[in-house]
């Protein structure tokens, strides 16, 4: 699974289309810079509770835009090793579960396609479901 996602991510470049440079890259990063957000995730605008969501000032600023999610992640080179370590130990989960279901549904006597079937199943939930709300 780790050598197959290697491919799709670094040589099949499938997923270089998920993300984009942000229109006037150095503005944007000189004014945020300014702010000196804390390390961590956010979202913009901001609604604390559900009267919050509902209010007139919220909603106008959902209308006026812009509207994110924004990740500040540490200054200095992207983690590479950490990432990639990360995501092997994503891999070995899945891989886990999937086995752990495999386990539980099937028999001795189970013939391949449904072996296939199931295990196919149980890791295209982990591995292609993981971030369809993205």
């Not at 099937?106 to 295209?124: E, K, W």
Request: charged share 15%.
């Amino acid at each position: 699974a780790h050598f197959l996602s290697f491919i799709i991510h670094m040589v099949l470049t499938y997923h270089r289309s998920n993300v984009g440079q942000i229109p006037n890259e150095d503005q944007f990063r000189q004014a945020v810079r300014a702010l000196d957000i804390p390390q961590g995730e956010y979202m913009f605008p901001w609604g604390d509770g559900p009267e919050a969501l509902k209010s007139e000032a919220y909603l106008k600023k959902l209308n006026e835009g812009p509207v994110g999610l924004l990740t500040i992640m540490p200054n200095g080179p992207w983690p590479m090793a950490k990432s990639l370590t990360q995501w092997f130990v994503y891999l070995v989960l899945v891989n886990i579960f999937v086995a752990y279901v495999a386990d539980l549904a099937l028999t001795d006597t189970s013939d391949a396609m449904a072996i296939f079937r199931l295990t196919t199943t149980v890791a295209f939930s982990g591995y292609g479901l993981a971030l369809i709300q993205n």
